[in-house]
């Protein structure tokens, strides 16, 4: 049976994270009053608790977590800076701004660098900058200048200020909401060098800027020993948190065999560390309180220096909060339960920034640290191995099974993949990690004796070389990574629920639990099932955006007949394909004819299925022959045409106006056929997508 009184902090933190999700999807909905009075409600029932019999401690209890919904309501929106008066976007002008900032993060790009700005004045003129709050996304161009700016300085710019767009083709990547969970609502372009210019430096928290500093030093470190080379960017973002030079194929092979949490600076990096440290400070044997206290001051001191070094993620900041806590209580003796320890650990960093729980990285780390806890010992009793080596190996995979099961189904649901082999890749990565990161530890300290630093350098190299090396080929196996799954938040919650009332039964072996557990998983199965049926029989034409040339595919069961002159970008098209089960796609050019069992094109005229589209890229011929019913005027290729002229050529259900063409056409477009009452659509405010069912 569970006992409750161990872990006080989990029964809080899930009043908490209701209260941030209730935020987040109802906003500014209600006023601080109900806050107040839930206080108030909280105190008289505690007067009520006193002065009552021990029969009302429910009530009491439940008034507790009432006032944490609220706290956590409201400290998602206090923190929510676009609420804020002050914010910038108050003061905005259409024309440009001038405004000035504080670095927070820089980036760089092949030929720019995005930076995250603090922005702290803004207005019309430099005489005339205002006091505001608020973050924004700027993009500078890529030069000697810019390519120096660093967390600290503070810069004045002018530009536009336009809000984050939300994506324009169906199942792309949310930028929009990516930003906004960082705070983050606003971007600005900066198109020539001019516009913008380096005011002062030493701005922001002085420890950031010391730790960003350290950093770059050890970089160079690092360089200096690994070259410009894949080992290189393997290692500075193993060893101190840096994925700026990771690239795709890299990130590719990692991702594939379900080795890529290795690269992202975690708990087991935090734990190396905190393990090197407290064998270091195990030197000062004093029990006097002075020395335990000397002992926590430096491992905290210690640990959280690596934290900020390696850019504070919330996977690391989860670590080097839990082992602060965990160090904490072995120093003055105290046993603490370990899933108390991690929802304390969660709920402090919520009750800091209640937008980490929005962030995926904050969430995979505690599912699978709670899965590891919770189902390794579990899965390591299955199997007694004698051997000494096994035993050893049996464990690592007992840890990446357990990581597994409580990380697959968000992982199915952001990624869309499973890395079949990923209890291998762990065999190697992570005592991988383990010498890389000791290693890296020694370079950085030996940095200055010239034999020592050589030879750890070299070593470095190659364990990073042989581990890159293993992945390399790990993902080149048949079947390493099965693709194209596509979960929807239901099912992950139905996959859950499956997972928490596995864990129920598995201490008592409770079999009606167990079984509950197993109609979950079932009833999850089928609902993905059933989606993937009806994926299949969906029929529907999609126009998507993009403002170099038309895209526009005709999607029956599992083919794609894809419409465009030149083939279209990944990014565009191919997470909607592969949602929808695409397994042939066929590529028309818009001069070519085609025809199949439900497709005809010919010339500029295409019927798919029922539904009938016309082509309009030229000027329509001069006088008109006679109405054409359609279903869809596509309008394209930089057009001349008037609107006037579309109803004497064809009687049209919808007219659509393609993203190539010019905006300010396209607004006298829009305007005229709102005073004719024509329906029309402008693609370049995102995709159309006409379902034929």
């Not at 029964?11 to 999700?21: D, H, T, V």
């Not at 909280?42 to 944490?68: D, H």
């Not at 393997?234 to 065999?257: C, E, P, R």
């Amino acid at each position: 049976m569970i006992n409750w009184k161990e872990i006080p902090f989990i029964r809080l933190l899930l009043p908490l994270i209701a209260g941030i999700l209730a935020g987040q999807f109802f906003g500014p909905t209600f006023t601080g009053l109900e806050y107040f009075l839930g206080f108030g409600v909280f105190l008289s029932g505690f007067v009520l608790f006193k002065t009552l019999s021990f029969q009302w401690a429910p009530v009491y209890g439940g008034l507790i977590y009432v006032i944490i919904f609220f706290t956590g309501y409201q400290l998602l929106l206090s923190k929510n800076q676009s609420l804020h008066p002050t914010h910038f976007k108050n003061h905005i002008q259409n024309k440009g701004n001038f405004f000035s900032g504080v670095v927070i993060k820089t980036t760089k790009r092949p030929k720019t660098i995005q930076c995250d700005l603090a922005i702290e004045h803004l207005g019309q003129n430099t005489d005339l900058l205002k006091s505001v709050c608020g973050k924004i996304q700027v993009t500078l161009p890529l030069d000697t200048g810019s390519i120096h700016l660093k967390y600290g300085d503070k810069i004045l710019l002018f530009s536009k200020i336009k809000e984050i767009s939300p994506p324009k083709n169906p199942s792309t990547f949310d930028f929009k909401k990516y930003s906004n969970n960082q705070n983050i609502y606003h971007s600005a372009y900066i198109k020539e060098s001019k516009h913008w210019q380096k005011i002062s430096e030493g701005h922001g928290w002085w420890f950031l800027r010391t730790a960003y500093h350290s950093r770059q030093y050890f970089l160079n470190i690092l360089k200096k020993h690994l070259g410009d080379t894949p080992e290189f960017a393997v290692g500075s973002a193993l060893i101190l948190g840096d994925k700026s030079q990771l690239d795709n194929t890299l990130k590719m092979a990692y991702a594939n065999t379900g080795a890529m949490h290795v690269l992202a600076v975690s708990g087991l990096h935090v734990g190396i560390i905190s393990w090197l440290f407290l064998l270091l400070l195990g030197r000062i044997k004093s029990k006097q309180l002075y020395a335990k206290w000397i002992k926590l001051l430096a491992m905290l001191f210690l640990i959280w220096s690596f934290v900020l070094i390696t850019g504070a993620s919330p996977s690391v900041l989860r670590a080097g909060l839990m082992f602060s806590l965990v160090f904490g209580g072995i120093l003055f003796n105290k046993n603490t339960n370990i899933f108390n320890t991690l929802a304390a650990s969660a709920f402090l960093l919520l009750c800091y920034d209640p937008y980490l729980l929005f962030q995926v990285g904050f969430q995979l780390s505690y599912l699978a640290v709670f899965s590891i806890v919770f189902f390794q010992p579990y899965i390591y009793k299955l199997w007694y191995i004698e051997n000494p080596v096994g035993n050893w190996a049996w464990k690592l995979t007992a840890v990446s099974i357990a990581a597994q099961i409580g990380t697959f189904p968000i992982s199915l649901f952001y990624f869309n993949q499973f890395p079949v082999y990923f209890f291998i890749s762990g065999l190697i990565v992570i005592p991988a990690a383990t010498l890389i990161l000791s290693l890296g530890l020694g370079l950085f300290i030996a940095s200055w004796i010239p034999g020592v630093e050589y030879v750890l350098g070299k070593l470095l190299y190659f364990t990073i070389f042989t581990m890159n090396s293993f992945i390399f080929n790990l993902s080149q196996v048949p079947k390493a990574v099965i693709e194209n799954i596509w979960i929807s938040g239901g099912i992950v919650l139905l996959l859950y629920l499956s997972i928490l009332f596995f864990a129920f039964s598995l201490p008592q072996k409770h079999k009606k639990v167990f079984w509950i557990s197993l109609i979950l998983l079932l009833g999850a199965i089928s609902w993905h099932v059933l989606n993937s049926y009806q994926n299949y029989h969906l029929k529907h034409i999609t126009f998507y955006y993009n403002y170099k040339t038309p895209i526009i595919d005709f999607k029956s069961h599992k083919e794609v007949i894809c419409l465009s002159p030149h083939p279209p970008k990944h990014s565009i098209v191919e997470n909607w394909r592969s949602k929808n089960g695409i397994k042939e796609v066929y590529s028309l050019d818009s001069n070519e004819n085609f025809t199949n069992n439900n497709f005809i094109k010919k010339g500029r005229f295409i019927q798919f299925y029922d539904k009938k589209l016309i082509l309009v890229d030229s000027l329509l011929p001069q006088p008109p022959q006679k109405v054409i019913e359609v279903d869809f005027v596509y309008l394209t290729g930089n057009n001349r045409v008037t609107i006037e002229e579309v109803p004497l050529h064809f009687k049209s259900g919808k007219i659509l106006f393609a993203a190539d063409n010019p905006f300010w056409e396209v607004e006298k477009w829009d305007k005229k056929c709102r005073e004719l009452g024509l329906d029309c659509y402008d693609i370049s405010k995102g995709a159309f997508i006409d379902d034929l069912q």
